[in-house]
Structures are given as structure tokens and as C-alpha cells.
């Protein structure tokens, strides 16, 4: 049986945007009103809100249709992203209203990376403005290539077409440097009605489709597929008895035939197409868009988040990648910092390895960045924990965009597109070494541990460290120290205090201390490694129960008090930026295996303890 043809007008996914009172959601409200999307009851309640709350004085306040939270109505703002469903006879919508506030873009964002083409308001009064062109580059970042520019308030400005030229060309000149082609640009009065159902008598001089027309005309959703090949991301694997294991995803793109050769990524075996399982029947053959099960002629392990290919355009698999990052957390990106990254259906973990610039998007400037800030844009490298199968963002949105989400607090922190793989990363293989840990470890008669020791300056970490190293010496094993303030002497010499570094600086500790333990030996690590993210990233580099985290627990007035670097004092005079206890924070750990009292026990009885658990 082939694929049922669906007979129902084409879907069209679009999102309102631009600064703010700038009308989107009036533009809405009406073109629902005037397209007759509004029962009765709906229009007497729209009514009796707009006395209520409304801004229009006795006139209807559309923008109440769409600003649906207490807060939005009370302010007469959009916060959330306020979906719409409608329909003409031509074809079908979803309208996403996005807010236009600056601390919102990241709502923005999200009504982006799913429309197919973006309606762009500008006050005909105030022309293009820095968020007008900050949701532009969002629109060009997310893969919108079709804009209609509704030049809103024509009727504040009579009507004026020369006001309305000036603003098509500017926009027509950001669209240029964005690579925006398909742009159409409408003189419309959002709360007259001008130009949104059928052109207006108020502007003669106007020759082109009214926004609905515009709307009816764009490209679909989702266009005929190519045949160059099929990706079937797995969200789910199908056992619904104990003979049938079936294989369920959307279709991203192409044509799939019962019979096809496919490849499974990235395991990268190979097998054929035995069945397309819908729930009323088998199909022969489904396209792009489409939600299908499919099973497979021979056994293969295949999992959540693979992907089903077809062999003659299989996505690419990379572990590297060149991504272009929107930041959405109030907290800054710091590089080396690991994330979960979600892909389709699949999560691994990341990190950023390198920022190589942020770009204002008000200038398209390309800028330096130590770290990434609320709502800003930068192209980073980004490093995976194993390889995914992906295409780049601009072939295909869902094997090529991603979300990061912070491992403590599970927040979405990010969101992003794949540019492409990082080559280099593709030639770099393990080498294999006949001699391994265990060999190395029992020439030397010990078992290879980490001990991390944390806690604010002064505490008493590289004292205690001193006394573990001695005393480990005195029963004859093999240890060495790693201190903050040696190892920033020569490999940390380049970097700094602020967030960003401490992050590398540990980052770059924890590979050296994973070496050595490699290497058979005791590695003890004395640096006061603030941050809990980064003491669980270099934990987990380490096998179970091969890294020991020591809390040196030592209250801030009493670290101060042994001070004899005077280093508090010159914190406390401004002296030293960024210095832990008192200008940045210290994230205490939540479960060390040792936690020492250095306030109530000698540094001897301690290191004691420490040498005990070993």
C-alpha cells in the first residue's frame, strides 16, 4: 500500500517578531478576526476584556486574543511565545507571537527553530530598530529564508509611501548581509485592518499582496521530498510483543521503500527495510514528515537516538563540531564546562572547547569572547563525549540543531546549530599501548588513586597534601602532588582568575592528574577548584572508586585569619579581583568522600585520615 496523499491545505509554521509595541500581537488578533477565526461568544468576550484591560480605549484591543498571561495583559506586553491554530481554505497555520523584549529573545528562539517563515514588524514611526534586527539574525540563525516585513502604524504616518520605501530598502540591505532572500515587504495598519485580508484603499500606491495572500503563498512546510535519501531519527524502539521489534521516528527527509538498503548510525551496519508499520497498515513507500515504524530484515542493535539512513546520502557521524551558539542562561558560558547536549532523541555530553568569537547581531561584528552572556550569539567548538550522527543545520533542522541543558539543574542553558564536523577531530585515533594501567600499577605495588583535595585559600589544602605525599613515601609508594600555585608557575601560566579560567585551569589539571594516575602513580591535586561542575567533570574521567574528593573544610574567618599572603586583605581592598570567599563564589561539595575539620584536628591527625582511606 503507498502512502496515503494527504488532501488537507498545506501546514504553514510562521512567527511574528520584532521590537516591541511594535503591534505582533495585535496583527494577529485582528488578521484572526477579519479571516472569521472567531466564534460569537469569543468576539463578546474579546469585547468585554478590551473595556476591561484593554489599551484601544472603547476600540477592541486584539492583542488580548494572544496575550493570554495576567502579566502580559496588565502590561500590555508579550513575555511567553503564544501559539495559534487557523485555517482558510487555502491552507493551514500555526502562528507562534513572540515577545520583543530583550530578556525574552530566548522565547524568541524557540518560536524560531520550528516556523518556516517569520513576519518581521516595524513601526512605520520608528523604522528599524537594534531588536528588529536582533530577531532578524535569530530568524537567519534558525534557518527562516522566507520574511514578510510588515511595516505596521501606516496609518500614524498617513500612509506615507515614502516612509514605507525607506524601510523596505534598509531591510532589504540587513536581509542581503543576513542571506535572507525571499523577502516581501507590506505597508499594514494592524489595528485598522489595512493590508492584512485584502489590499487598502489607504494605499493606492501599494501593488502587492495583502499579508494573508502572502501567507497562502509560501512555501510549504514541508516540500516534496527528493528521493536523494531518507534519515529516520529513532524516538522509540517498538516491542509490542515478543516477535516484533519495530523502529519509530518522524521522517526528516526523503523517500523510504520497503526493501531499501540502510545504514544504522553510528554503528554504521547495514541491513535492509523489511516493513513501514503505520497504525491502521503497511505501507510501501513514506516521505518526509511523516510519523512511521519500521523494522529491519536482520538483527541489529539499534537504540534510541540512532539513526536509520538510507545508503546513498547517510548523515556524516562526528564527535567535533563548528556550531553557532544562542546563550539563554543568566549564568555565562564558560568553556570547558560540561553540558548535556540533546540532539533529536539522543543526549551526550559536551563541552565548549573553544569560543572563536561572539557576533552582535545588531552589526554582524564578529567579536573576541572569553565567555558567552544572556542572549548573545557566538560560534564555538564544541566536543562531544562520543560521536553522533548529524547533517548540518541548514540541510536538515533535526539532525542539525541542539539544545544544552546544565547537568546540575536540568535547565535548557542553550540552544544551537551544527555547521560542521571539525575534520582534524575524524584523523585523531587511539593509540594502542601494549602496557597498560594495571602493568604500570603493580611494578610499583600500589593501587593508582586521584585525591582531590578542595577548599578556600588558606585552608590548609597544600599543607595537608605535604603531609599525605610524606607519609606515602615513608610505606614506599609512589606519589606526587599537583598545587594550584605550582602548576599556574608553568603549565596555568597563561590564564587568569575569572570564571572562564578557573574552569580551563581545571580542566586542564584533571587531564594531567587522569595521566598520571594512568601511569600507576598517587596523584594528590591541591587547587581550591570552586565550582562543583568542574570537580564532577574531572571526576568522571577517573573509573569507580579511583577518585577520592577531600573536602578541607575550614570556615572563611578562619582561612582569613592564617592569611599570611596577606591575599584576603588585598581582596578585601579591591585589590585582587575575582578572589574565592569574597568577590567570587565557593560551591561546596555535596558528598567527598573525606571531609576534614581543620579547625578541631591537627593537619597530622588529617593527613592520617587521608593516608587511612587510601
Request: aromatic share 6%.
Given at each position: ?171 532589504h540591505a540587513l536581509a ?131 539513526v536509520i539512513a538510507s ?249 582569613e585569619s592564617r592569611d ?51
Open positions: 500500500m503507498s502512502a496515503k496523499i494527504d488532501t488537507t491545505p498545506d501546514l504553514l509554521r510562521f512567527i511574528t517578531c520584532g521590537s516591541v509595541d511594535d503591534g505582533k500581537s495585535t496583527l494577529i488578533g485582528r488578521l484572526l478576526r477579519d479571516s472569521r477565526q472567531l466564534a460569537d461568544d469569543q468576539l463578546t468576550t474579546l469585547a468585554s476584556d478590551s473595556r476591561r484591560l484593554g489599551t484601544q480605549g472603547d476600540d477592541i484591543d486584539y492583542a488580548l486574543l494572544v496575550d493570554g498571561l495576567d502579566a502580559e495583559r496588565e502590561q500590555g506586553i508579550t513575555i511567553d511565545v503564544a501559539y495559534r491554530h487557523f485555517r482558510t481554505p487555502n491552507r493551514r497555520f500555526i502562528v507562534a507571537d513572540c515577545p520583543g523584549h530583550v530578556q525574552y529573545t530566548r522565547n524568541m528562539a524557540t518560536g524560531a527553530s520550528t516556523a518556516d517563515l517569520a513576519i518581521v514588524l516595524v513601526d512605520a514611526r520608528k523604522g528599524l530598530l537594534p531588536q528588529t534586527r536582533r530577531h532578524s539574525w535569530i530568524v537567519h540563525l534558525f534557518g527562516i529564508r522566507q520574511v514578510i516585513v510588515a511595516v505596521n502604524k501606516m496609518d500614524l504616518v498617513d500612509y506615507d509611501e515614502t516612509i514605507f520605501r525607506t524601510i523596505e530598502n534598509e531591510y542581503e548581509t543576513l542571506g535572507i532572500h525571499s523577502i516581501t515587504a507590506i505597508p499594514v495598519s494592524a489595528l485598522r485592518g489595512d493590508n492584512l485580508i485584502a489590499t487598502s484603499a489607504h494605499t493606492p500606491w501599494y501593488t502587492g499582496p495583502s499579508l494573508l495572500q502572502a501567507l497562502e503563498d509560501a512555501a510549504p512546510s514541508n516540500p516534496s521530498a527528493s528521493g536523494e535519501g531518507f534519515h529516520l531519527p529513532v524516538q522509540w524502539v517498538n516491542r509490542s510483543s515478543s516477535d516484533f521489534r519495530g523502529y519509530a521516528g518522524t521522517l526528516s527527509g526523503g523517500i523510504v521503500n520497503t526493501g531499501d538498503e540502510v545504514v544504522v548510525l553510528p554503528s554504521g551496519k547495514r541491513t535492509r527495510l523489511a516493513r513501514i508499520v503505520t497504525a491502521d497498515s503497511d505501507l510501501t513507500s513514506s516521505e518526509a514528515g511523516q510519523a512511521i515504524t519500521v523494522t529491519l530484515e536482520d538483527e541489529i542493535d539499534v537504540a534510541r537516538g540512532d545508503t546513498r546520502n547517510p548523515p556524516e557521524v562526528a564527535d567535533q563540531f563548528a556550531v553557532h551558539l544562542l546563550w539563554m542562561n543568566e549564568a555565562p558560558l564558560l568553556p570547558g564546562r560540561s553540558y548535556w547536549l540533546k540532539i533529536g532523541a539522543r543526549t551526550v555530553a559536551a563541552s565548549v572547547t573553544e569560543i572563536k568569537h561572539r557576533i552582535d547581531v545588531d552589526t554582524q561584528a564578529e567579536l573576541a569572547a572569553r565567555e558567552i552572556g544572556l542572549n548573545e550569539v557566538a560560534v564555538c567548538n564544541l566536543s562531544l563525549a562520543e560521536a553522533i550522527p548529524f547533517t548540518p543545520y541548514a540541510q536538515d533542522r533535526t539532525l542539525g540543531g541542539f539544545i544544552l541543558i546544565d547537568r546540575q539543574s536540568n535547565a535548557t542553558v542553550a540552544a544551537g546549530t551544527i555547521d560542521f564536523a571539525l575534520r582534524r577531530a575524524a584523523n585523531i585515533h587511539w593509540q594502542a599501548i601494549s602496557i597498560d594501567q594495571h602493568v604500570r600499577a603493580s611494578s610499583l605495588g600500589q593501587v593508582p588513586r586521584c585525591v582531590w583535595f578542595t577548599g578556600l585559600s588558606g585552608s590548609g589544602k597544600s599543607t595537608i597534601a605535604n603531609l599525605v605525599e610524606k607519609k606515602l613515601q615513608a610505606l614506599g609508594k609512589h606519589a606526587y602532588i599537583l598545587d594550584g600555585d605550582n602548576v599556574r608557575h608553568g603549565l596555568n601560566r597563561d590564564l587568569g582568575f575569572t570564571d572562564a579560567d578557573r574552569v580551563e585551569n581545571i580542566r586542564r589539571v584533571a587531564e594531567v592528574a587522569k595521566l598520571m594516575t594512568d601511569a600507576g602513580l598517587i596523584v594528590l591535586v591541591s587547587f581550591i577548584s570552586p565550582f562543583r561542575a568542574e570537580r564532577r567533570l574531572a571526576r568522571a574521567l577517573f573509573g569507580e572508586g579511583e577518585f577520592i574528593e577531600v573536602f578541607v573544610d575550614t570556615p572563611l574567618e578562619v582561612a599570611s599572603k596577606g591575599l584576603y586583605a588585598k581582596a578585601r581592598a579591591g585589590q585582587i579581583p575575582n578572589f574565592t570567599g569574597i568577590d567570587s563564589p565557593y560551591e561546596a561539595p555535596e558528598a567527598a568522600e573525606l571531609n576534614l575539620d581543620t579547625v578541631n584536628q591537627s593537619a597530622e591527625s588529617l593527613a592520617e585520615q587521608v593516608v587511612g582511606r587510601l
